[in-house]
């Protein structure tokens, strides 16, 4: 028999992957071998993961807690699970999904279910994501129509904008001296010129 390994993920390093540590210790995977990535599973560009795949070798047992944990790409899912069984043939145990473990029915009949199963929760794990994403897009709309402002508040243009532009444009005052005098970004000094000329105009 090969090694064991646990991969654990979470979306945001503000979150605890307690739990799924816990579940890894209940099925004696040794501590040295959970392989832990704090960021979103839209991809399989994660540090902790690359690394676990070159660790795996043939006959090793991989749990992870959910399909969830692994990705939430309907596609990159199908694609990794091809990889780690067929490609690498490792064994996956999916310890809320009894039925996505590979130990299990590797008959014909055994892998037909296994397969299904892998394709109707790896759809369900992408169709949540986006659901996901409206519900933030609806929420950012509803607070934007009610009057919230997101990002850093403006810093107020100063009373005295107009002299400083006016000495900025005859070559009096260099940029990095208005921007010290003024508290405002390059970027915004410039967007607040064109503004100023226009209203001119």
């Known amino acids: 028999m090969g090694n064991i390994y646990g991969y654990v993920r979470v979306s945001s390093i503000d979150q605890n992957e307690d739990r799924q540590l816990i579940v890894m210790d209940e099925n004696n995977v040794p501590k040295g071998n959970v392989y832990i990535d704090k960021q979103s599973g839209k991809d399989f560009e994660r540090p902790q993961y690359k690394k676990l795949v070159k660790k795996l070798k043939a006959g090793d047992l991989l749990y992870i807690l959910s399909i969830d944990r692994l990705g939430r790409n309907y596609e990159d899912i199908q694609k990794q699970w091809r990889i780690l069984t067929k490609d690498i043939g490792i064994d996956i145990c999916v310890i809320d999904m009894p039925l996505l473990d590979t130990r299990n029915g590797k008959d014909l009949m055994g ?20 659901n996901i994403k409206k519900r933030q897009a609806q929420g950012i709309a509803a607070a934007k129509a009610k009057g919230v402002k997101f990002g850093r508040p403006e810093i107020p243009t100063p009373d005295s904008f107009d002299k400083f532009i006016a000495k900025w444009e005859k070559g009096r005052i260099t940029t990095s001296e208005v921007l010290k005098l003024t508290g405002l970004s390059k970027s915004t000094f410039y967007r607040k010129v064109r503004e100023h000329n226009l209203i001119k105009k």
């Open 111 to 130: 892998t037909f279910i296994a397969d299904l199963v892998l394709q109707i929760l790896s759809f369900v794990a992408q169709n949540e994501r986006e």
